[in-house]
């Protein structure tokens, strides 16, 4: 019965490991929204080491403005982010 018992052990011990992995490979669809103007407006944030930005798109709202918005694929955890509005660093005031 030995070689049942080495295979079960191994069997846990990768089972575990497979849902470790699944966990780091989980990603959060986030919807990051700037409504206060400009033209161009990146998102830029811990989740891209501060170097990438993330263009964001302008989008309508139901009472005709605009505001500009993007979905990032983000990794359980905490995030800090800023807004990058027309070359100017910004944060959302609203969400302090």
């Avoid at 501060?50 to 993007?70: D, K, Q, R």
């Amino acid at each position: 019965g030995k070689q049942v018992h080495q295979a079960l052990v191994f069997g846990v011990a990768s089972d575990a490991m497979a849902q470790q992995a699944m966990y780091e490979q989980m990603v959060f669809p986030t919807r990051f929204v700037w409504g206060y103007g400009g033209k161009q407006v990146h998102l830029c944030g811990s989740f891209t080491n501060w170097l990438e930005t993330v263009p964001m798109a302008p989008e309508p709202t139901p009472n005709g403005g605009s505001v500009f918005a993007v979905v990032c694929n983000l990794p359980p955890g905490y995030h800090q982010y800023k807004f990058i509005v027309d070359g100017e660093w910004r944060h959302d005031e609203n969400q302090a």
